[in-house]
């Protein structure tokens, strides 16, 4: 559930509890309700509020979620650099798998292959810088 629907339906079970509170307490005073009423619709206030106090935790654990992803991706623009094809930590050599990054969002190393090729073990692709400018490759 994404946070503002679990907000959303916090607020909307603890509103209807607030409402049956009210009139349980206006039933009282008025000796309109019986005893075995009143502890029913306690009970059900009861569960209304943990309703909403577990949307509002599982709201709160995705806030969180987000938060991080957020802060991963922050790193990522302010921190690292795309060039020949690849990530780099920005003032390093030290090149990150773009598949990894984009698939898994997860940082992985690409291994060396010497001539400008960098391997990533995982995806089994090995990457090359783009030829320069006006360059054509052959294809035979």
């Given at each position: 559930?994404?946070?503002?629907?679990?907000?959303?339906?916090?607020?909307?079970?603890?509103?209807?509890?607030?409402?049956?509170?009210?009139?349980?307490?206006?039933?009282?005073k008025a000796s309109k309700i019986k005893p075995d009423?009143?502890?029913?619709?306690i009970s059900e206030i009861q569960d209304l509020i943990m309703d909403g106090k577990d949307a509002l935790n599982n709201s709160k654990d995705e806030?969180?979620?987000?938060?991080?992803e957020l802060a991963?991706?922050?790193?990522?623009?302010?921190?690292?650099?795309f060039r020949d094809n690849v990530y780099y930590?920005?003032?390093?050599?030290?090149a990150y798998c773009p598949l990894c990054l984009k698939a898994d969002h997860k940082l992985v190393p690409l291994?060396?292959?010497?001539?400008?090729?960098?391997?990533?073990?995982?995806h089994k692709h090995t990457f090359e810088p783009p030829p320069p400018v006006g360059f054509a490759r052959s294809t035979y």
């Open positions: 559930m994404d946070p503002l629907t679990g907000i959303t339906t916090a607020l909307g079970g603890l509103k209807t509890a607030g409402d049956l509170a009210k009139s349980v307490r206006e039933g009282v009423e009143v502890a029913r619709q806030i969180v979620r987000l938060k991080g991963k991706l922050t790193d990522l623009q302010d921190n690292f650099e930590r920005k003032g390093t050599n030290v291994t060396d292959y010497g001539d400008q090729c960098l391997y990533c073990a995982i």
